[in-house]
């Protein structure tokens, strides 16, 4: 089955600053590659999601990019304000009926 | 709409114990699936559905069971309850496939002693 990784597990910045998050999946198949964003006690919720056919998305101050060569793909986040500390997963779908997520990064964006 | 509800929001069980979580949502989804998430370990898939009257394993679906006899609910069953099982469950649902946004339930938290 699909596997995939996240990195890092904890990030610290500055208000102001990027964040990168970082993700590798296993099966080539996978087609479909959402990210999730958990405030702490609460449901996850989408929040910027990625296909195949497709290099970058953008959505405001957050973006994706996938390289389906290397299987990878990326959460940017700019100019990050306070309100984006939470815990951040990516998944990936294969070509069955299943997402597989990552661990998680915990993200912290300090005043 | 209430989206995806789950109850009940906390549980306590002994080992042994049998019990339901229950799910529903009042979106005419057709996917449904069921989350158990441990600190550190992201979210693991347990069982899922494409459809009333269809279900499927997913990544860690031993000691649990689910059916699917309306298209509104997907309960999960836990045969007898372990320590191991202890966690916090997500109830999520999609409008047709699983590649399109997954909507969450609140949670279940479930503490087997």
């Known amino acids: 089955g699909e596997n995939v990784e996240q990195h890092p597990s904890t990030l610290s910045v500055q208000e102001g600053d990027s964040a990168v998050i970082k993700c590798t999946y296993s099966?080539?198949?996978?087609?479909?590659f959402p990210w999730y964003k958990q405030e702490l006690g609460k449901r996850p919720q989408l929040i910027i999601d990625?296909?195949?056919?497709?290099g970058e998305k953008k959505d405001q101050r957050i973006a994706v990019t996938l390289n389906k060569t290397a299987k990878h793909f990326s959460l940017h986040i700019t100019e990050t304000q306070p309100e984006d500390s939470a815990v951040y997963f990516c998944?990936?779908?294969?070509?069955?009926?299943?997402?597989?997520f990552g661990g998680g990064t915990r993200l912290m964006v300090k005043p | 709409n209430a989206g995806v509800t789950q109850t009940p929001k906390f549980q306590v069980l002994k080992t042994g114990q049998s019990m339901t979580l229950q799910c529903a949502q009042d979106?005419?989804?057709?996917?449904m699936s069921w989350y158990r998430q441990d600190p550190g370990m992201g979210l693991r898939l347990i069982h899922y559905?494409?459809?009333?009257?269809?279900?499927d394993q997913g990544e860690v679906p031993n000691g649990y069971n689910v059916s699917r006899s309306t298209t509104e609910d997907f309960p999960l069953r836990l045969l007898s309850a372990a320590p191991s099982q202890t966690s916090v469950y997500f109830c999520a649902s999609s409008y047709g496939q699983v590649q399109e946004t997954q909507y969450f339930g609140p949670g279940t938290r479930l503490l087997v002693l």
């Open positions: 998944a990936a779908c294969d070509a069955g009926n299943m997402l597989t």
């Open positions: 979106m005419n989804h057709e996917y």
């Open positions: 990625i296909r195949s056919n497709v």
């Open positions: 099966d080539s198949a996978s087609n479909y």
């Open positions: 559905s494409v459809g009333a009257g269809i279900t």
